[in-house]
């Protein structure tokens, strides 16, 4: 988070003006506390933080390099004079980029959710009772905010969007998350939202279908820096055969079609078999992250995203849950090659990649050689196979992360071929395995990549957001 903070300056007002670009540290469990205390918009510095870097020339707001990782847990301002007639003013008060769902979470900073709630109670407030000093017009207060809400949260922060539309305190959303909301309530959400602030919209465990995202997008579309659509368990089903079924997704395809900023596109969950052709071919410019988990996709769609211009671009790729064993594997190995001087996150979870399909790609997965982050988990892989992985992939400097099955030689009586809900739900020989992490590490170390972690962890916050690739 950046913010812009005014305390802990009284008395010094000639030397901060003196001084620009002097820092304040401000403790992440005191920022309820100051935004309340800012929402009166006393006289103050306003004061100004560097931003995450964002997508070039789709983000207005983007202004500078990411915070120093020594900040983690203090949120560092940049203090800068103003010319108003009072001596100093709060322009704007930024608490983008907090962390998500409390996974490895500094204690003392907030979680999503939190500023979500601290951002909605204080615009209320605002409204309902905030005054400006005696004899003072109040003065325009930006507030940046990633917005999470659920059905529990959602007439809270509706109420709290509400308040913001002609207040002094104007909320500006960066990303919003809404996960298992209405489309009523989505539609209603999105309505209220500021066009001009919006990078990222983030829909998921929603279950609308087709038709709820017909309704849904034409709202989605408006902001026109989107730079990020992510759109997780909908299930839309493009294989409908009704006439209303063709119908919502010719309109939905449509109304993609009039992003101009989009880099981002996440279908996860949305059977999109022999249609990822009609899907991209809508798209203004090249992606630059797709992630098309459980989508059901055919080898014909494998080969249009090989030969489209998004294969080239791609940084982040997603095929999680897409059989890849059979007739799919050509053209995915046709995909690697046409992304293999861009691509740095590739995730291929419950892909049914056995030893023989890895060792077949693995001289095409090679050519990666800026590849950080590889996914295997949940692929019936064994011990051999995995280590032909390591020592092949020496070649790729670049690589931080591979997050690989527990092989098949640790589990007893396995069926063959091993269905992914066996690998994932079977229970290992827990000493077996001890021996195989213990070989892993030796080789890892007598190749000098010690740095490079191995793990079945697939909880742990290793995934790259796109922002941040």
Request: aromatic share 6%.
């Amino acid at each position: 988070m950046r913010c812009l903070a005014q305390s802990g300056l009284h008395g010094q007002e000639d030397c901060c003006a003196s001084r620009a670009g002097a820092h304040v540290a401000l403790p992440t469990a005191q920022l309820p506390a100051a935004v309340a205390g800012m929402c009166p918009l006393q006289p103050g510095l306003a004061a100004r933080a560097p931003q995450h870097r964002e997508h070039a020339g789709c983000d207005p707001g983007a202004d500078g390099p990411a915070p120093h990782p020594r900040d983690r847990g203090w949120h560092t301002a940049s203090l800068q004079p103003t010319r108003a007639p009072r001596k100093h003013a709060l322009r704007v008060l930024d608490m983008t980029g907090l962390l998500d769902d409390g996974v490895e979470q500094d204690p003392g900073t907030m979680s999503m959710w939190d500023c979500t709630a601290a951002v909605a109670r204080t615009c209320i407030a605002q409204q309902q009772g905030g005054t400006a000093e005696p004899g003072l017009a109040p003065i325009p207060v930006e507030v940046r905010v990633d917005l999470r809400v659920n059905r529990a949260s959602y007439a809270f922060l509706r109420e709290a969007l509400r308040s913001s539309v002609g207040s002094p305190l104007r909320l500006c959303c960066r990303d919003l998350r809404a996960e298992d909301l209405p489309m009523r309530n989505t539609v209603a959400l999105l309505q209220l939202l500021d066009a001009g602030c919006l990078r990222r919209v983030d829909l998921r465990f929603n279950n609308l279908g087709l038709r709820g995202l017909s309704v849904i997008i034409p709202h989605v579309a408006r902001f026109q820096h989107l730079a990020s659509l992510r759109l997780h368990y909908v299930h839309g089903d493009s294989r409908q055969p009704s006439v209303d079924g063709e119908d919502n997704f010719r309109y939905f395809l449509a109304q993609m079609g009039r992003f101009t900023c989009l880099r981002e596109l996440s279908m996860g969950s949305s059977l999109l078999s022999g249609r990822l052709d009609q899907l991209l071919s809508t798209l203004q410019s090249p992606l630059e992250s797709l992630e098309l988990a459980f989508c059901a996709l055919l080898p014909e769609d494998l080969r249009f995203l090989a030969r489209s211009p998004h294969a080239v671009h791609l940084k982040k790729l997603d095929l999680s849950g897409n059989d890849l064993s059979g007739s799919q594997l050509e053209p995915f190995q046709g995909l690697l090659r046409a992304a293999a001087a861009t691509l740095l996150h590739l995730e291929l979870t419950e892909c049914q990649l056995a030893d023989t399909q890895l060792l077949a790609t693995l001289p095409v997965l090679t050519r990666c050689t800026s590849l950080r982050y590889l996914g295997l988990y949940g692929n019936p892989l064994s011990m051999a196979g995995l280590k032909e992985l390591l020592r092949d992939s020496v070649v790729q400097a670049e690589l931080r992360t591979v997050v690989h099955p527990f092989p098949v030689d640790c589990y007893e009586g396995l069926p063959w071929p091993p269905p992914a809900s066996v690998l994932l739900e079977a229970s290992i020989n827990e000493e077996k395995f001890a021996r195989v992490e213990a070989e892993l590490h030796q080789l890892l170390l007598a190749s000098g990549r010690a740095h490079v972690l191995w793990t079945t962890d697939i909880y742990g916050r290793l995934a790259a957001d796109y922002f941040s690739l």
